[in-house]
């Protein structure tokens, strides 16, 4: 297996990254979140990271685009490219990116679903077999009682009246 750019290497902090900051990060996302168990520990520390490759993958997309276009126009440059479709390490810049997006709000949804209480289920009303039920209608301002009978509609009763 051979490494052909390494972004997506095990390494946390590149020799040319600052590995206090990485630390600072973490600490802060622990700080912010406070993960409780091992297991909010581990999705905080993934966001983190997710937070520290995305910045990597921008700073490095914009070298890249620097570095594409010289002394030209940025815009006109990378136009140019992407009609020629040159623009290969462009494109794995943002799928490595967009891969450590959805790490990051993967991550965050899963401590979201972790930490939301268990809502009880709804209380159903007990069900009467056979007992009619009572249905409320108006006309003309007064109130009439309709009978339901199971299993019909409010529209297939009788009034009580006839």
């Not at 995305?54 to 009609?83: K, N, Q, W």
Request: charge should be positive; proline fraction near 8%; aromatic fraction near 4%.
């Amino acid at each position: 297996m051979s490494i052909q750019h390494g972004l997506s290497a095990g390494s946390r902090v590149f020799s040319n990254e600052n590995q206090q900051e990485f630390d600072n990060l973490i600490a802060e996302y622990r700080r912010t979140l406070t993960p409780s168990n091992i297991l909010e520990k581990f999705l905080v520390e993934e966001m983190a990271h997710a937070t520290w490759r995305l910045a990597r993958f921008r700073r490095l997309e914009t070298g890249l685009i620097d570095e594409m276009a010289g002394a030209g126009d940025v815009d006109t440059v990378l136009t140019a490219r992407l009609i020629e479709n040159t623009a290969g390490p462009l494109k794995t810049l943002q799928r490595l990116a967009a891969a450590a997006e959805r790490s990051y709000y993967r991550a965050l949804k899963q401590l979201q679903a972790l930490r939301k209480p268990e809502e009880p289920p709804p209380a159903e009303e007990p069900k009467s077999r056979n007992e009619p039920k009572v249905v409320p209608t108006h006309t003309n301002g007064k109130p009439k009682i309709r009978t339901v009978s199971p299993g019909l509609s409010p529209a297939h009763s009788l009034p009580n009246d006839c």
